[in-house]
């Protein structure tokens, strides 16, 4: 009887196993089938091909951003590290050299130990084939099978990826294609992201950070938990050591060492450039919608384009620190001097009419909402992050306080350029891209003020006046144009005194330089502008003296290039070639050929020593007396009416530098002519940015860079003494509180 019991038992065990077995093999064989979807074939696997970040780098070939849907960059086998490839195997696949893309030892290590026995620590039975085919291939939902129908699919490509690829090709693969930390993916996008340098030269601790990531790539993301990370890097350092593939000594070496991140970041809202990177996105894109073809569908994002641009990196990054410099100083100066009765605090009319273009207002408004409604609606507190000069916060608040609250941002935009080619060196638009998506350069123009005076008093010289002939300073009434008057801040002598064109552009005499106006002619003086590149329409009215036209910030680093280009003008560009992914050229882009001279070689040697004469002893003195520059430099200062808008421009003879600074709202200027000048609101920033580059040595053929010296007739037109006073007579029967009267002379080409 027991026999019979036993063989009973045993036999139904048998069947038990063969009913087991014959519905694990119908269900391998109904995956294989493509009965719960298709499976890549041969062909797919042999032709494999990831999505590629297309890449930005700079005059010098450095990195400076990518766009991309994943943040990946593949790289060959060759440039990857022996100790990273150790660090791999030995964390995730100790056999990985051993099995054919399946370990059945640790398949049942996984079945015994982690199913039956509960034992988390047992690790996964998952090889880098496997994982490799997880990353390659996206996984579906099958409800309760998800899991048993993924796995077996996984484990059907991996054998398949096994007959088609050498172990080094599926290394190479899995490594350009799993995700690591902070949404990259590939092992070269995270070397950049985590320490900013390339794969191959990451050391061992490194590698093992990274690698570390894989078991959980939020959970020990080195720059969120790094306490958490070190723990795993020492793990993946032991099993290594476990391994053979580090010394018992290499290994308590390495465990002791910090970590230390050094950040490449290539978000499109933070990160090196990003108004720059955002221009160049749009003009990419629409490159690629002219240029792709049937066999080649270029796509910005996935076609791993490598698009080459005339930035430099340094110079990019010694431009924005010094944006963020001053103007952390000068919003400081901003908000003090409007204190309470700031106009983002009292002027309810500015308010609502910014809050009226709020999306939020737009989508109660469409609700057909009373505006009483709507403003209760939008004072209801919520908590939201706000930008602040010193940082991000988190706080509570409603839609009112937000627009109040930005409001109240001063904004700036930066440009430098080589002055004899066009090429842009620098690009910086605005404070911060992420809250301030508005690029100053690209979009913005704004009244210029007294940075326009060098091109009229170009047009002067050109049109025969002396740079020793004088103009009085006393402030004349316009008649015919509605009684204008421009005005000084100088004291009531200056009414008595004439300046000569240098000192009148040193001290930016407003009153002379209307004047000199009507002796250049406005339509002489607009046709220099268009010869300097200023597409710009100009306002044909005596105010043209005193920059009255809004212009932008690459029609004036143009347009200034000429003084130091052979009084030719340059057209600004920053695009020098595409390639694609494999480095074959797809189209270079040749700089612009040059405008034709504007003005003589007399003309502009005079301009350069005038303007040397503004940062030496006039308006920009401060380059010298506050922050001791000793370079060549020549420039001109500007602040417009009701100090709206504050600018600066350096010239240098091999770098134009052209700065903006001002609220975004036309409606808000700064509260004093003291901090809202030229020299104070603007001029720092070009200052800071050339202290940086002069400690820099590598930027010594720009700082060090001298003027020619001018040609003895120009010394000689430019002797004469700077100011003439009037005569004892004159003086008595002038009366300095009475206007004179007269019309403004319209001087015909």
Avoid at 33 to 43: E, R
Avoid at 187 to 212: D, H, R, V, W
Avoid at 373 to 400: F, H, P
Avoid at 460 to 473: I, W
Wanted: with cysteine; charged share 25%.
């Amino acid at each position: 009887m027991k026999k019979e019991r036993l063989k009973k038992l045993g036999n139904f065990i048998l069947k038990v196993f063969l009913l087991i077995t014959g519905c694990i093999s119908i269900f391998i064989i109904s995956v294989r089938l493509g009965v719960w979807g298709s499976i890549p074939n041969t062909k797919e696997i042999q032709e494999l091909s990831q999505y590629e970040a297309s890449e930005i780098y700079d005059v010098n070939n450095e990195l400076i951003g990518k766009f991309y849907l994943s943040n990946r960059q593949p790289i060959p086998y060759s440039q990857i590290p022996k100790h990273t490839i150790n660090a791999l195997v030995a964390t995730e696949d100790a056999r990985f050299y051993d099995h054919n893309g399946i370990d059945i030892k640790s398949l049942f290590r996984v079945f015994f130990k982690t199913i039956l026995l509960q034992d988390a620590s047992s690790g996964g039975g998952s090889t880098i084939s496997q994982q490799l085919a997880k990353n390659l291939f996206s996984r579906k939902d099958y409800g309760v099978f998800t899991l048993p129908v993924v796995k077996t699919k996984e484990m059907i490509v991996a054998r398949r990826l096994e007959k088609n690829y050498t172990k080094e090709e599926i290394l190479e693969l899995y490594f350009n294609t799993v995700p690591f930390s902070g949404n990259t993916y590939g092992i070269e996008s995270a070397a950049l992201k985590y320490f900013n340098k390339k794969t191959s030269q990451l050391s061992p601790t490194e590698a093992a950070t990274l690698i570390g990531t894989l078991k959980a790539t939020y959970t020990y993301d080195p720059n969120r938990f790094p306490e958490r990370n070190i723990i795993r890097r020492n793990t993946v350092l032991q099993q290594m050591s476990k391994y053979g593939f580090l010394t018992n000594a290499e290994y308590e070496t390495y465990r002791q060492d910090s970590l230390k991140l050094d950040f490449g970041n290539y978000d499109e809202q933070s990160g090196l450039a990003p108004y720059f990177r955002e221009e160049l996105r749009n003009r990419m894109l629409a490159w690629c919608k002219e240029n792709a073809t049937k066999e080649n569908p270029y796509n910005l994002y996935t076609s791993g384009l490598k698009i080459y641009t005339t930035l430099d990196k340094t110079l990019q990054e010694y431009t924005e620190e010094a944006m963020e410099e001053h103007l952390a100083n000068l919003q400081k100066s901003f908000e003090k001097e409007y204190g309470k009765n700031a106009p983002w605090h009292t002027n309810k009319a500015l308010i609502t009419s910014i809050l009226k273009r709020t999306q939020a207002y737009k989508k109660f408004k469409a609700k057909n909402l009373s505006e009483e409604a709507i403003m209760d609606s939008l004072k209801r507190n919520r908590k939201m992050q706000w930008y602040d000069i010193d940082g991000k916060k988190e706080v509570t608040a409603n839609i009112i306080d937000s627009v109040k609250h930005y409001l109240k941002f001063l904004n700036a935009g930066t440009l430098a350029i080589d002055p004899h080619s066009g090429a842009i060196k620098s690009w910086v638009g605005g404070v911060d891209f992420e809250h301030f998506k508005y690029d100053h350069i690209k979009k913005s123009k704004r009244q210029v003020g007294s940075t326009f005076k060098p091109i009229v008093y170009t047009t002067a010289l050109e049109q025969g006046v002396k740079p020793c002939d004088y103009f009085s300073a006393q402030e004349v009434e316009y008649e015919n144009m509605e009684g204008w008057s421009p005005s000084n801040s100088g004291d009531i002598d200056e009414k008595y005194l004439n300046y000569s064109l240098q000192t009148a552009l040193t001290k930016s005499i407003n009153t002379v330089s209307v004047k000199i106006l009507e002796e250049a002619g406005i339509e002489n003086t607009i046709t220099l502008a268009e010869k300097l590149g200023i597409t710009s329409t100009l306002p044909k009215v005596p105010s043209l003296a005193l920059g009255t036209a809004e212009l932008s910030i690459s029609e004036m680093a143009g347009a200034y290039a000429a003084y130091v280009n052979e009084s030719k003008p340059v057209s600004p560009y920053y695009l020098v070639k595409i390639e694609n992914k494999k480095g074959e050229l797809l189209e270079e882009f040749k700089d612009k050929d040059t405008l034709q001279p504007a003005f003589s070689e007399t003309t502009r040697q005079i301009m350069i020593e005038m303007m040397q004469s503004v940062v030496n002893n006039g308006t920009a003195s401060r380059m010298r007396n506050t922050y001791g520059l000793q370079n060549d430099i020549a420039g001109k200062t500007g602040t417009t009416q009701s100090n709206k808008d504050a600018w600066f421009v350096s010239v240098m003879p091999k770098l134009v530098t052209v700065t903006w600074v001002g609220n975004d709202d036309h409606r808000i200027g700064f509260k004093t002519t003291r901090t809202g000048q030229g020299a104070n609101a603007a001029l720092p920033i070009a200052a800071k940015l050339l202290q940086k580059m002069n400690r820099d040595t590598t930027f010594n053929s720009i700082t060090k860079a001298q003027f020619n010296t001018p040609s003895a007739t120009v010394t000689e037109m430019l002797d004469c003494e700077p100011t003439k006073r009037d005569g004892f007579f004159k003086r008595l029967f002038t009366n300095p509180d009475k206007k004179k009267k007269t019309n403004f002379k319209t001087k015909k080409n």
